[in-house]
């Protein structure tokens, strides 16, 4: 008897240990629930259990910043499969952030769904919308989701549901040339703090030459692609957001909007001190990298490529506060697509946990620039070292303070390119401030009023 006792307590012993793991960032956050009967069929007495069935995935990424990110990817992937055999990460780069979204949905909707895929975290109720997307409420232990920046997960929830995991997530910054400050008798290492602030550096940095034309811009802020960003950010900043947290409201014409616009309008039109018109996404960086203008507005996840690109000392800082600072997230989520098999389901799970340990978020934010998406990375020896020796790769994670939600709606294409397309008629002055923003919310009303009732 009291060997067969023996022989119980080992036994369940061992399927305790098969049972455990920690759930956390540093560790398995995977909740394991799914695959139980493997678990109990595993620890049934075989010496040496079957191998693993290979599964290859599908993963769909886009690049919308700077550096060789499919490198960084495809790395990503064969350091999984290292650790996995069983398991091969097929990366698809589909372009930009719309094509990558324009291809997965023809594939989900020709039955031909990818296994994973970064999109946009705005993304979340028009993948809702066609019954793309695979829950992750349940899929990950809670205390998972909770080691993410609280900003990041406000735009992976609809309600209390998940259905996302932060990745390449971004802030806007402000960017800014030393030496061009040092050139003006600005203080170099003192970023505008305010508006008022903001606009009169600005002025100083403007440089013309003897026939009246502008040589050096003071600041650039975009005002293609991602404008309704850049406004967002000038809203906040002002005292509100502009969305709702179930994306079926905007308030895309209060008062705080119409004083954020007219002073996005006001800072080419009227000041003088950045170009008009249209300012294209991807050259502001550029022309921040050459010298053509002393300032910008940008994504945080292009901060690896001024670091490698520009000739100069530069600084970054918080967006200059109106009533206070503030600034939208942004860049692109994990999404586990519905209609795959479970095992594939379970591997991308799996894919997903490799991707957010402390240590591939701390390397993945040097690498790239996009701010590490849990508190957890910047406790690594990894990123304190980095930090410490580049400081401005701080401020991004310090701004997170003052993050809010980035615009996200049902239809939500349809709602940004209509907004995007009246702040640039704004820009340009084809349309007040007052048009632009009146005419944006009675189009996103017309759109939205189905999804109130």
């Not at 324009?102 to 594939?107: E, L, M």
């Not at 970023?191 to 008022?196: G, L, Q, R, T, V």
């Not at 705080?256 to 800072?267: G, M, T």
């Not at 303070?401 to 340009?428: R, W």
Request: charged share 20%.
């Amino acid at each position: 008897m009291k060997k067969l006792s023996f022989l119980l307590i080992a036994f369940v012993l061992i399927l305790s240990a098969c049972g455990g793991g920690t759930s956390n960032n540093g560790g398995s956050g995977v909740n394991r629930a799914a695959s139980t009967q493997n678990t109990s069929e595993a620890s049934g007495g075989t010496e040496n259990p079957p191998a693993e069935e290979p599964v290859e995935l599908s993963f769909y990424f886009p690049v919308a910043v700077g550096g060789p990110i499919t490198s960084f990817i495809d790395k990503l992937a064969a350091d999984f499969h290292t650790e996995n055999p069983s398991i091969t990460i097929k990366p698809v780069y589909a372009g930009s952030y719309q094509d990558t979204m324009t291809k997965v949905v023809t594939a989900v909707q020709g039955g031909n769904s990818p296994d994973l895929a970064v999109l946009l975290s705005t993304e979340l109720y028009s993948l809702l919308e066609i019954n793309a997307l695979e829950e992750l409420t349940t899929r990950f232990e809670p205390v998972y989701f909770d080691g993410f920046y609280e900003a990041f997960m406000s735009n992976t929830k609809a309600g209390d549901q998940v259905w996302s995991v932060p990745f390449q997530r971004s802030t806007i910054v402000l960017y800014y040339n030393k030496d061009k400050f040092k050139a003006a008798n600005l203080d170099p290492e003192q970023a505008p703090a305010n508006w008022d602030e903001l606009r009169d550096y600005a002025q100083k940095l403007t440089v013309k030459d003897g026939s009246g034309k502008v040589t050096q811009w003071g600041l650039e802020i975009p005002s293609t692609g991602y404008q309704y960003w850049m406004l967002q950010a000038l809203a906040l900043q002002t005292g509100t957001n502009i969305v709702s947290n179930d994306g079926k409201e905007v308030y895309l014409n209060k008062p705080e909007v119409k004083e954020a616009l007219q002073f996005y309008v006001d800072l080419g039109r009227k000041d003088k001190v950045m170009p008009e018109g249209v300012l294209e996404w991807a050259t502001v960086p550029s022309d921040f990298i050459s010298g053509k203008t002393a300032m910008m507005f940008h994504t945080t996840g292009n901060l690896s490529k001024v670091k490698a690109d520009a000739s100069f000392d530069f600084g970054v800082a918080y967006l200059p506060a109106n009533k206070t600072y503030g600034s939208p997230t942004g860049g692109g989520n994990l999404y586990v697509f519905k209609d795959i098999p479970e095992e594939r389901k379970q591997a991308a799970l799996k894919f997903i946990e490799f991707l957010t340990q402390p240590e591939r978020v701390a390397q993945w934010s040097i690498d790239t620039g996009y701010v590490g998406t849990t508190p957890a990375a910047y406790e690594t020896e990894l990123l304190k070292k980095y930090v410490a020796d580049f400081p401005q790769a701080a401020v991004a994670r310090d701004q997170m303070e003052y993050a809010s939600s980035e615009l996200s709606t049902y239809q939500n294409g349809q709602i940004t390119k209509l907004f995007n397309d009246n702040i640039q008629a704004a820009l340009l002055g084809n349309m007040t401030v007052e048009e632009a923003l009146d005419q944006s919310q009675q189009q996103a009303d017309e759109i939205l009023q189905k999804y109130r009732k």
